[in-house]
């Protein structure tokens, strides 16, 4: 589900179903944007400066007994931002990208 639609040194965009997260790195912002139904909700912002790190959190449906896994964008406010990934290669893989954009450790 999480993929990478636009990659450049200053931008890195990756959209997940109907959302989109996009770091831009010449206005300095992460931008998530989402949709419900066919409405678009108003966009998230958050300094890049302001995220701490980007992890894979991974958890177990209790009904299905499937494992969902999001990589997720964490912020100094201790908000974080999850992006919905098909497995967990998926998420790793995203998390990479993002973590080698924004040049964080691993």
């Known amino acids: 589900m999480a993929k990478i639609i636009a990659s450049t040194p200053q931008r890195l965009a990756l959209q ?8 831009d790195k010449d206005a300095g912002t992460a931008v998530l ?6 409405w678009p909700l108003k966009p998230v912002e958050a300094q890049l400066s302001q995220v701490t790190g ?3 959190d991974a958890a177990v449906d209790r009904a299905s ?3 969902v896994c ?15 990934a098909r ?5 790793e ?3 990479a990208a993002m973590r ?6 691993g």
């Open 16 to 23: 997940s179903g109907s959302t989109t997260l996009i770091l």
């Open 33 to 38: 944007r989402r949709k419900l139904l066919f």
């Open 54 to 56: 980007v992890t894979v």
């Open 65 to 67: 007994g499937v494992e």
């Open 70 to 84: 999001n990589t997720m964008l964490v912020q100094s406010s201790g908000a974080a931002w999850a992006l919905a």
């Open 87 to 91: 497995d967990k290669a998926e998420a």
């Open 93 to 95: 893989s995203a998390a």
């Open 100 to 105: 080698g954009f924004l040049g964080l450790g």
